[in-house]
């Protein structure tokens, strides 16, 4: 059965995308521990990112650092952390998150409760930053 992410990427369930290319995709996290928290994920459909094949692991980073960087400029941090869990959804998936400080990246803080206006008017925020480093 396709995992929650892939049923994602193929429009199935909505997100709030970020970007998109061939091979990896972007949206915001749905439990956000800050705004503009990010999961970037590969196309292809592989639970754990160190089972990735070396190609799609090395250029999942490069994607990421695109999206990093328009997610810095479009919320307020000093500099966007990266996880890597994996417990809940058995699909590869980097977590990027806007940090002020180390415990911004506690995933066992209180999620933020964002309406799906906020939601998309942060999307739009960094898709439109990221639009200019075109
Ligand atoms: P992990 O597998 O890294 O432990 O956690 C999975 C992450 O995916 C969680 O932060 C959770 O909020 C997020 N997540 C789970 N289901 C969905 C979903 O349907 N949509 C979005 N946007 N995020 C999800």
């Known amino acids: 059965m396709a995992s929650i992410f892939t ?3 193929n429009g199935e369930i909505p997100c709030y995308k970020i970007a998109e290319d061939d091979n990896y995709f972007a949206f915001l996290d749905i439990n956000p521990l800050a705004k ?8 292809k459909e592989v639970d ?10 090395k250029g999942i ?12 400029k ?18 590869a998936h980097m977590h990027l998150v806007p940090l002020q ?8 803080n209180p999620k933020l409760k964002l309406s799906g206006e906020e939601m998309a008017a942060i999307a739009e925020k960094i898709r439109t930053e990221l639009k200019q480093k075109q």
């Open 74 to 91: 479009s919320m307020p941090c000093q500099r966007i952390g990266v996880a890597v869990l994996g417990l809940e959804v058995p699909h």
């Open 36 to 43: 503009g928290h990010t999961l970037v994920i590969p196309k």
């Open 48 to 57: 754990y990112l160190f089972d990735l094949d070396d190609n799609t692991l």
């Open 101 to 108: 400080t180390e415990a911004d990246i506690n995933f066992s």
């Open 61 to 72: 980073i490069v994607f990421a650092k695109k999206v990093a960087g328009a997610i810095q």
């Open 7 to 9: 049923k994602i990427i």
